[in-house]
């Protein structure tokens, strides 16, 4: 029994579904907790919509709420779950969250060259920065199809 967790990035996508899944499953088999994280941003100046930090950290949380019910509905044992949900850019956030961890869990993204490149800049900046052991869930097209069903 391991008492570093292991921290996974989500964002509400397929994918991260997809890499939540992986890390609940290996939370279990280690019997170590499970840190979710999610990060938020909001710059008052630069937001033209109506809404505030506790509103975006209100959306933040729901986005792992949802994603964590839909895990467990496929599963019959789940770990330790801590629900993080931190403010600030979401490759930061995550760099800082593996200090101490066992392992940080993230998704790859699928699509288009360009897509690619920007929501891909997050695995690839914990790739370089993280301080634990990294795992990118590999995504293609037809798994995200198989985990939207």
Known sequence: MSSKPIVVGIDGTPASG????WA????????CPL????????EALADWT??????????????????????????EELP?????SLSGDAAEVLERASEGAAMLVVASHTGHR???IVLGSTSMHV????????????????????STR
């Open 18 to 21: 997809l890499a939540l899944d």
């Open 24 to 31: 609940l499953d290996e939370a279990v088999v280690r019997g």
């Open 35 to 42: 840190h979710v994280v999610n990060a938020w941003t909001y």
């Open 50 to 75: 109506e809404t505030s930090a506790q509103r975006a950290q209100a959306e933040s949380e729901a986005v792992i709420e949802k994603a964590l019910q839909v895990a467990a509905q496929r599963r």
């Open 80 to 84: 330790e779950i801590v629900r993080r």
């Open 114 to 116: 360009i897509r690619q």
């Open 127 to 146: 790739v370089r920065h993280a301080h634990a052991p990294i795992v990118v869930i590999p995504v293609n097209d037809r798994e995200l199809a198989e």
